[in-house]
C-alpha cells in the first residue's frame, strides 16, 4: 500500500508557487474578477498563520496541492468554526491521492482545535465528483450553494 502524501504548512519559500496557484485556481473556478493583491494578501495570512492555515504537498518550488482554511465565525454566534476558502490539487497530480491528503489534513486540523469544519463546493468544474469524493470522506452533504450573476445561474 503507498504511503499517502504528506501535507505541510506552507512557508514564505512557497509565495511564488502559491500566487500561481492563486492565478490557476482562478482560472478553473472563479466567480468574480481576479485581484492580485488579494490573493497575495490571503497567502501571506496563510504563511503566517494569522487566523488562517495553509496545506501544502510537495516541495517548495513544486506544489502539488494546497488548501486554505480560515478560523471564522457565523454571524449569530461566539464559537468558531474552520472554513475551508479553497482546496485545489494541479491538474496533472489529479490521479493521485492528493485530495483525500487534504481531506485529512483539514479533518485532523479541526480535531486539533476542537472546532467543527465548514466545507463547501463552488464550481461548476467536475462539481459532482467532488461532492463525491466529500461525500466519501465525510459524510452525507449538509446544506448547498446556489449563485446568481446578473439575474442568471452560472
Same mark, same amino acid.
Given at each position: 500500500m503507498n504511503k499517502p502524501p504528506h501535507v505541510r504548512?506552507?512557508?514564505?519559500?512557497?509565495?511564488d508557487d502559491i500566487l500561481e496557484l492563486g492565478r490557476?485556481?482562478?482560472?478553473?473556478?472563479?466567480?468574480m474578477p481576479m485581484s492580485e493583491e488579494r490573493i497575495a494578501e490571503y497567502a501571506w495570512r496563510g504563511i503566517n498563520q494569522e487566523r488562517a492555515v495553509m496545506g501544502i504537498i510537495g516541495p517548495?518550488?513544486?506544489?502539488?496541492?494546497?488548501v486554505y482554511l480560515v478560523i471564522g465565525r457565523f454571524w449569530y454566534s461566539d464559537n468558531f468554526h474552520l472554513?475551508?476558502?479553497?482546496?485545489?490539487? =494541479?491538474?496533472?497530480?489529479?490521479k493521485s491521492d492528493n485530495a483525500k491528503a487534504l481531506l485529512e489534513f483539514?479533518?485532523?486540523?479541526s480535531? =486539533?482545535?476542537g472546532i467543527p469544519l465548514l466545507m463547501g463546493v463552488i464550481s461548476s468544474n467536475r462539481t459532482a465528483a467532488k461532492i463525491r469524493l466529500y461525500e =466519501? =470522506?465525510?459524510?452525507?452533504?449538509?446544506?448547498a450553494y446556489f449563485l446568481l450573476q446578473?439575474?442568471?445561474?452560472l
Open positions: 504548512l506552507a512557508v514564505s519559500a512557497d509565495i490557476l485556481i482562478h482560472a478553473e473556478n472563479a466567480v517548495v518550488g513544486h506544489i502539488e496541492a494546497v472554513e475551508e476558502l479553497f482546496s485545489f490539487v =494541479r491538474p496533472e497530480h489529479r483539514e479533518k485532523s486540523c480535531k =486539533r482545535l =466519501r =470522506r465525510l459524510g452525507k452533504q449538509s446544506g446578473d439575474g442568471n445561474s
